[in-house]
């Protein structure tokens, strides 16, 4: 899965741990290592510094900071797990920063928007690689790690790891709040309080995409779940992002302009 998301190099393969969460973690040649997201990140907030927090920069230099630092060493796996878990630590301040502190305009919609496209589509990924008719509970488990939802799953079943549970657990729950199916109705609410396009009855796009995408989460049995229908959502997701960049981030071969079919100017 790193290897896939541009975190490693295939010749990661095979290697210690160790040797696969370095880079994963640090190199600065990988499109999906965590200082070259951290960065991109930095470099995004640095456009609109004037409209964060003192504190909400402060962290975040402190997480770029504390994964470059020079004097940190990453001799043992250990030293790799308290750099991850410090890291976790700061980006949960941030997202908490973020969801009570930020005026609930639409720019913090698109903010949670993307968050909840993002953890959807990871998700979808993380179960068509560890959830199928050969899984282990060691593959279970280690899913339900990844989506953090491994004290919701013990409090709610009390027989232990099981494939169809969990595939109901990380899919289609809709109050897990790391469920595929919380973030799509969580983006229904975002898309239904932002602005139609034009007024002609027409369900443009995004909502057109989101509607048979939670239709059909809403309709599915999680025994009936399999890699071809978490991929399908999977697709519905990242159209779903393309679509609405196309139409309310206006540019690009793509982009619909908004056009005023009526009225006084």
């Not at 504190?55 to 402190?62: I, S």
């Not at 920063?97 to 993002?118: C, K, P, S, V, Y």
Request: aromatic share 4%.
């Amino acid at each position: 899965m790193l290897i896939a998301s541009g975190a490693l190099d295939e010749k990661a393969l095979g290697a210690r741990a160790l040797d696969a969460a370095k880079p994963a973690l640090l190199d600065l040649e990988a499109k999906g290592s965590v200082i070259t997201l951290v960065r991109r990140s930095r470099r995004t907030a640095a456009s609109m510094r004037e409209r964060l927090s003192a504190d909400f920069w402060t962290l975040l230099l402190n997480l770029e900071n504390g994964l470059t630092d020079p004097a940190r060493r990453l001799a043992s796996e250990a030293d790799a797990l308290q750099l991850v878990e410090s890291s976790l630590q700061i980006l949960a301040a941030l997202s908490g920063l973020a969801q009570e502190n930020m005026n609930r305009a639409a720019g913090w919609r698109f903010l949670d928007m993307g968050r909840r496209i993002e953890r959807g589509v990871n998700t979808c990924r993380f179960t068509r690689t560890l959830a199928d008719s050969g899984s282990t509970t060691d593959d279970l488990d280690l899913l339900l790690d990844l989506v953090d939802s491994q004290i919701t799953y013990r409090a709610r079943y009390l027989v232990g790891l099981a494939l169809t549970p969990v595939c109901d657990m990380v899919m289609l729950d809709a109050f897990n709040t790391r469920s595929v199916a919380f973030q799509v109705f969580a983006l229904r609410d975002h898309l239904a309080a932002l602005p139609s396009l034009v007024e002609d009855g027409m369900m443009e796009p995004p909502n057109r995409i989101l509607r048979q995408l939670s239709t059909e989460i809403e309709t599915a049995l999680a025994a009936d779940i399999d890699a071809d229908t978490i991929e399908r959502f999977e697709d519905a997701l990242l159209s779903l992002s393309t679509a609405v960049a196309d139409r309310y981030f206006l540019r690009g071969a793509n982009a619909v302009p908004t056009i005023k079919l009526a009225g006084l100017a």
